[in-house]
């Protein structure tokens, strides 16, 4: 019961760095704030969970890591130091620290994380390869498009490419697409020790 429950925890913890990622329902501040607060509480709990108790190594890199962080930070606007700090300095630490705890329990305790991941991302591939939009959604990425079509929230289309749709997924641009389905078909290729060839074509 203890490991179905981290298990789906896993996998909405995964699904949020997806929607994180540069997509339209950031549109919403509600969404934006909420996805943010579950991320942190998923990790805290998932790490707690773990019965934290790391090697010294580990900790020792997250401390340099943190440490090196704060020269780039010095580089950027005042406004933007909070983002910073919450992504760098605090959730991008803590999923490091939960993988290095799931990684002392066994290998593929840890690669679970990896295979979830690309498990959401062939789901959201498949759903963008076989159905049409149903209305409309407010948009923000480009400033003169405020609107585009979805279905059910689902699927977005943001760019053309001259009157055809181009696929984005539920992301805002193309490129920010491709680059989560290479980093799942990386996973796929290279990982996953039982290779699809439906999962791989997807």
Not at 10 to 15: F, G, M, Q, T, W
Not at 139 to 146: D, I
Request: proline share 5%; hydrophobic share 50%; with cysteine.
């Amino acid at each position: 019961m203890r490991n179905r429950f981290r298990s789906i925890l896993e996998y909405i913890l995964v699904l949020c760095i997806i929607l994180e990622f540069n997509t339209p329902y950031l549109f919403f501040p509600f969404v934006k704030n909420g996805l943010q607060i579950l991320l942190l509480s998923l990790l805290l709990i998932l790490v707690l969970m773990s019965h934290y108790s790391i090697r010294k190594k580990v900790n020792g890199y997250v401390l340099i890591y943190m440490l090196g962080s704060i020269f780039p930070m010095l580089m950027l606007d005042s406004k933007f130091y909070f983002a910073y700090v919450k992504c760098f300095f605090v959730m991008l630490p803590l999923m490091w620290v939960y993988l290095s705890l799931r990684k002392s329990v066994s290998v593929s305790a840890y690669l679970s994380v990896f295979f979830k991941y690309s498990n959401i991302m062939i789901v959201l591939s498949v759903i963008s390869l076989i159905i049409p939009m149903t209305s409309m959604f407010p948009y923000e990425w480009h400033p003169t498009q405020e609107f585009i079509p979805t279905y059910y929230g689902i699927y977005f289309e943001t760019q053309t490419v001259g009157a055809i749709w181009r696929n984005t997924g539920i992301f805002n641009e193309g490129p920010m697409y491709n680059m989560v389905l290479c980093m799942a078909l990386t996973i796929e290729c290279f990982i996953r020790p039982i290779k699809s060839k439906v999962k791989i074509c997807y």
